[in-house]
């Protein structure tokens, strides 16, 4: 008998995304196009993630990433 492993998932702005594992929360950010820019937050799980802990931060199955980018107007 063969068992079915489910996808994993993370939720980036609350739209579901497959976890390709293992992932770090820096390699998701350059997958998205954000890990370069300036005036990027990014919150894990409801906590703040400071851009320094980005490489080593892993990311595992449900995990809510938040990611905001600061814009100019006016």
Sequence with gaps: MSTATAASFIYVNDQPR???APTTLLALLNELGHAG???VAVALNGAVVPRAEWPSRSLAD?????VIQATQGG
Excluded: E, F, N, S
């Design 62 to 66: 449900a995990d809510h990433v938040l």
């Design 18 to 20: 497959p976890l390709a």
């Design 37 to 39: 820019r300036k005036g």
